[in-house]
């Protein structure tokens, strides 16, 4: 699986759009993006994931470059409950294996 | 529906001892994986379980184990207990085990070893 870099923390005011960047210059064509956020002492929960085109959900939106190279997760509206490490991980689909490859990821912290 | 389910919450053993961590995944769910976290190392893949069948491992040592019910609910052993091995450690469950799937993660179990 391809490496991801993040920036390993980031601020944001409550009400703003967070803007976190991962970089996976040595994605492969067959490699999905995935997000992940973790909470103090909780489970990663998943959050996002594409391959290609932009994708939304109720939580946040992923904005891939046309080049693939690199990626935005956007919440659009932060709140104090989204202070978390978010995980950028480029995963193989495969036919097979749920193996999830995690980095340091990106601390998070929403400020009131 | 209920989520991952993770027993006990909290453990605390001593050097030499085992210990078996158990796993409930989602209702339907076929694919059961357990990753390790510790302050040093991050997140850490250990293994996974489709059809009580291991289909992944990472790269830990023979000491920890892992098994299947035919009912999807999982287990994981470590045997002689090391210092090390003091972590949160981790549950996901998926529908399927495929490169598509998105992982539910329980809230852990945290070992500390004496």
């Known amino acids: 699986d391809a490496k991801t870099t993040q920036p390993p923390s980031m601020d944001c005011a409550e009400g703003r759009a967070a803007n976190l960047p991962c970089n996976h210059s040595?994605?492969?064509?067959?490699?999905?993006v995935y997000w992940y956020r973790q909470i103090h002492s909780q489970g990663p929960q998943y959050i996002i994931h594409?391959?290609?085109n932009n994708e939304t959900n109720e939580m946040a939106s992923l904005i891939i470059t046309e080049d693939r190279k690199s990626s935005t997760l956007i919440l659009p509206h932060a709140t104090l409950r989204d202070t978390a490490v978010y995980y950028c991980?480029?995963?193989?689909?495969?036919?097979?294996?749920?193996?999830?490859?995690f980095g340091e990821g990106t601390q998070l912290t929403v400020n009131p | 529906k209920a989520g991952v389910t993770q027993t006990p919450r909290y453990l605390i053993k001593t050097r030499g001892q085992q210990v078996t961590l158990s796993c409930s995944p989602i209702s339907g769910h076929r694919s059961v994986s357990w990753y390790q976290q510790t302050p040093g190392q991050g997140l850490q893949f250990l293994f996974e379980?489709?059809?009580?069948?291991?289909?992944n491992k990472g790269n830990f040592p023979g000491r920890f184990s892992g098994r299947q019910f035919s009912n999807s609910r999982s287990e994981m052993n470590v045997s002689t207990l090391e210092l090390g091995d003091s972590a949160l450690y981790l549950c996901?469950?998926?529908?399927?085990?495929?490169?598509?799937?998105?992982?539910?993660f329980g809230s852990g179990t945290q070992l500390s070893v004496l």
């Open positions: 996901a469950s998926s529908l399927l085990a495929g490169g598509d799937e998105k992982l539910f």
């Open positions: 379980y489709f059809s009580e069948t291991q289909r």
């Open positions: 991980i480029v995963r193989v689909q495969r036919t097979s294996g749920s193996r999830l490859t």
């Open positions: 594409g391959l290609k």
């Open positions: 040595t994605i492969s064509g067959n490699e999905y």
